[in-house]
């Protein structure tokens, strides 16, 4: 049905520009993986390692972990500049997307850098400071930890982390926001406010999410989609929103990241206890700083792995809050027009290689969505709280 409706709703001119936007970052995306990979292999294995490890190997542990983690996460992030640069400025650039100047998106980066070092930094901190107070029983003390550090950073980012990069404001136009917090009182989650992010200073995309848990949950709209869609396109996206939040699916994601936080531990655990990758490595157990570039290449690997589980799972989650946003609003008309336009304005991929797709895709396509649309027409029931 969903070819039925690519052919129907959108033109073959409109699927080609799409591809044509889409194309060179899939090619981009896998160069990126294999950069990275290629240099946490070789910081992991290679003389390339220990001459970075080199200049902060006399310090204290406690000053030489956080350090090296530090030089090996600005290394992996020069390795990859090239193409970020090209993949998030130029290209962007080219099709009339970035709003932002080469200082502002090298600004942005910066950013993005520091935050990483900083808490590379203090993870391996913590890994190791664990692991040479309890030798014989840190995974038990490092597992519920990194646990832990996944559930304070989703507590937390909304208000520490998301406030780095962008500006958010209440919802000016007062009968809107009027309109959205009645919509959320009627899906049951009800909100206090709808922020709005300056999105609009780094790009003319458009989009909407929910972040946070407990008293930081919050539903955020770009400015670019209130500047270009109607009244009922925003109520329709921002009930897609409510729906994430009524099918606790932040919540129900960090507890997955979490379990998939302690299951890395025992497998970093399982292979640092193997003395040929300690040989390898060129560490002297999991207590010496060196295990740093090693312990993020199984963190990248196992995140490969385990990206077709996530994304399908994402987009369960995805058509899930489609359907709760059409039940919602009773308006297919709208959702129908709103995601059309959505997918023009940002150009999203119609019809993605099947097998990326399945590997990478956090969402459906465009024209599954409005297929799923169609086919739940009169099966859907208004929803109430």
């Not at 690519?6 to 090619?27: K, N, Q």
């Not at 995601?339 to 459906?364: K, S, V």
Request: no cysteine; proline share 7%.
């Amino acid at each position: 049905m969903a070819g039925a409706v690519l052919e129907e709703v959108f033109t073959p001119e409109e699927v080609e520009r799409a591809r044509r936007y889409h194309r060179p970052l899939y090619a981009a995306f896998v160069a990126n993986l294999a950069l990275g990979l290629a240099a946490l292999s070789a910081l992991a294995f290679s003389p390339a390692g220990d001459a970075l490890h080199a200049p902060v190997a006399g310090l204290p542990w406690w000053a030489e972990t956080p350090a090296y983690a530090g030089l090996a996460t600005v290394v992996l992030a020069a390795v990859r500049l090239p193409l970020a640069f090209w993949r998030g400025y130029v290209h962007e650039r080219r099709w009339g997307f970035s709003t932002q100047s080469v200082r502002g998106w090298a600004w942005d980066r910066a950013k993005g850098l520091a935050v990483g070092v900083v808490l590379n930094g203090l993870l391996f901190l913590g890994l190791v400071g664990l692991v040479r107070a309890l030798p014989g029983a840190w995974p038990a003390a490092v597992a519920p930890a990194g646990a832990a550090v996944v559930l304070v950073l989703t507590f937390l980012g909304p208000v520490v982390l998301e406030p780095l990069f962008n500006r958010f404001t209440p919802l000016a136009d007062e009968g809107l926001a009027r309109e959205l917090r009645e919509l959320a009182a009627r899906a049951g989650v009800p909100v206090r406010e709808v922020l709005v992010s300056d999105a609009s200073r780094r790009t003319r995309k458009e989009n909407a999410y929910v972040s946070g848990l407990g008293r930081t949950r919050r539903v955020v709209v770009y400015d670019t989609l209130l500047r270009r869609a109607d009244p009922a396109q925003v109520r329709l996206v921002v009930a897609h929103e409510l729906g994430h939040r009524r099918f606790r699916h932040v919540a129900r994601g960090t507890a997955l990241g979490m379990l998939g936080m302690a299951g890395g531990v025992l497998v970093v655990w399982a292979l640092l206890s193997w003395r040929p990758v300690l040989e390898a490595v060129g560490a002297a157990g999991p207590a010496d700083p060196r295990v740093v570039p090693f312990v993020l290449l199984v963190g990248s690997v196992l995140q490969l792995l385990a990206m077709p589980l996530e994304t399908a799972l994402s987009r369960q989650w995805e058509t899930a809050a489609d359907r709760f946003s059409l039940e919602l609003t009773g308006d297919r008309e709208a959702f129908e027009r709103s995601h059309r336009e959505l997918a023009l304005a940002n150009l999203a991929d119609l019809d993605p290689p099947r097998l990326l797709y399945r590997w990478a895709f956090t969402h459906p396509t465009p024209p599954e969505r409005i297929a799923n649309a169609r086919r739940w027409a009169g099966q859907l029931r208004p929803t109430t709280a």
